[in-house]
């Protein structure tokens, strides 16, 4: 997707900050920061929100997230899901507030400003909590294991990624985060969906059902590769 020249001038600026001054423009139209396999990137959504006579209004819809390669690239390789359900490329993402901009530039300055004071602080919190794996461990394990987050279970990524993590970080408490993965991926395989009238439609999270490998046999792998 060819970035447009609003877009071109927004991440242009965007760089200017302070938090991101190390991001560099790739062609797909995203801020990103590489240190090998790692990253965090401003990826960015745009289309168009209406079409007046002249020009176009554009919704600029910016997306941070990070990844900690060593967290993910095992399983990857191995455990394919089916076509169903693809792997998150990130180990942590946060949606920001969204901007819309004419293309001939006639709301640009005032809404740019608008953009960056809301994106801005809520980035460099982000950047800070998440760009290190210890980081990454004590804002968003460290609750689950108090019981002030639940585990993500939109997918078996969201869990093996955590559970790496701990493993790596703390393991000292790789086994009382493991049972806590066990039990909530057991209870994602038993989950009964049921339609409006509560009558069973299927049994167990799709996302979890097309995991080739049985649980325990990623997480012998896991202990033996870390």
């Not at 790496?164 to 703390?170: D, F, G, P």
């Amino acid at each position: 997707m060819a970035i447009s020249p609003i877009t071109k001038q927004i991440l242009t600026n965007l760089q200017k900050e302070y938090v991101f001054a190390d991001f560099q423009i790739n062609s797909q139209g995203y801020l990103i920061k590489r240190n090998k396999r790692d990253w965090l990137s401003l990826e960015t959504e745009r289309w168009t929100a209406a079409i007046f006579d002249s020009c176009t209004l554009m919704r600029f819809r910016p997306l941070l997230s990070a990844r900690h390669d060593i967290l993910h690239r095992w399983f990857e390789k191995k455990y394919k899901p089916t076509s169903r359900y693809q792997y998150k490329r990130s180990t942590v993402m946060c949606d920001l507030e969204y901007g819309e901009f004419y293309s001939d530039g006639r709301n640009y300055n005032e809404e740019y400003k608008r953009l960056r004071d809301a994106i801005i602080p809520t980035s460099a919190e982000f950047i800070e909590k998440y760009s290190s794996m210890e980081g990454l461990y004590w804002h968003r394990v460290v609750p689950i294991m108090r019981g002030e987050r639940d585990i993500p279970t939109i997918a078996p990524d969201n869990m093996l990624s955590f559970l790496t993590l701990t493993r790596i970080v703390a393991p000292e408490n790789y086994s009382l985060f493991k049972d806590f993965v066990i039990e909530k991926y057991n209870a994602e395989l038993n989950h009964i969906y049921v339609d409006k009238n509560g009558r069973p439609l299927r049994k167990g999270n799709p996302n979890f059902l097309d995991m080739l490998g049985s649980l325990d046999e990623i997480l012998a792998d896991l202990e033996r590769l870390f």
